[in-house]
């Protein structure tokens, strides 16, 4: 799986503007809706929300792969989000998040959502890439970067 393939340039925000973890999330919510990417933004929010309920999806290291699963979507859509002044999430190491990556995927379609999971996680796992997400500048730097990375 190429997560460029399912992010779209338009659903990448640097830097995000909220300061506190139920209002990035939101944000990026908004994104979505805001590229028609969301049958119903409320539910699509309520989904990510109650699934962060359950257990934090703050990875550690940095990272938070907020997600749901919802009928307020027909195919798998992803956002990203970069914070240059951390964000409390939760995570499990106790750390701020400053790479937000949020999925949202249909009820009926765990295999796409499972391997998006997976393949962030393999991605998250390079030092180096991290930090360069960490320092970009501009949603086309970002995308740039995260094409280039997976291209490679």
């Given at each position: 799986?190429?997560?460029?393939?399912i992010?779209?340039?338009?659903c990448?925000?640097?830097?995000?503007?909220?300061?506190?973890?139920?209002?990035?999330i939101t944000?990026?919510?908004?994104?979505l809706?805001?590229?028609?990417?969301?049958?119903?933004?409320?539910?699509?929010?309520?989904?990510?929300?109650?699934?962060?309920?359950?257990?934090?999806?703050?990875?550690?290291?940095?990272?938070?792969?907020?997600?749901?699963k919802c009928?307020?979507v027909?195919?798998?859509?992803?956002?990203?989000?970069?914070?240059?002044?951390?964000?409390?999430?939760?995570?499990?190491?106790?750390?701020?998040?400053?790479?937000l990556?949020?999925?949202?995927?249909?009820?009926?379609?765990?295999?796409?959502?499972?391997?998006?999971?997976?393949r962030?996680?393999?991605?998250?796992?390079?030092?180096?890439?991290?930090?360069?997400?960490?320092e970009?500048?501009?949603?086309?730097?970002?995308?740039?970067l995260?094409?280039?990375?997976?291209?490679?």
């Amino acid at each position: 799986m190429i997560l460029t393939q399912i992010l779209q340039p338009n659903c990448v925000r640097v830097p995000v503007e909220s300061k506190d973890k139920e209002a990035v999330i939101t944000e990026l919510v908004d994104l979505l809706a805001a590229n028609g990417l969301l049958l119903d933004r409320d539910e699509a929010l309520q989904a990510v929300l109650a699934r962060e309920q359950t257990r934090s999806t703050g990875t550690g290291v940095g990272i938070a792969i907020p997600h749901g699963k919802c009928k307020a979507v027909r195919e798998l859509v992803m956002a990203m989000g970069i914070a240059h002044e951390p964000i409390d999430f939760d995570s499990v190491d106790g750390k701020p998040v400053s790479i937000l990556i949020l999925l949202l995927s249909p009820l009926d379609q765990t295999g796409p959502h499972i391997q998006a999971l997976a393949r962030i996680s393999r991605l998250m796992l390079d030092d180096e890439f991290r930090k360069r997400l960490e320092e970009t500048a501009t949603p086309e730097e970002l995308y740039t970067l995260l094409e280039g990375k997976e291209t490679s």
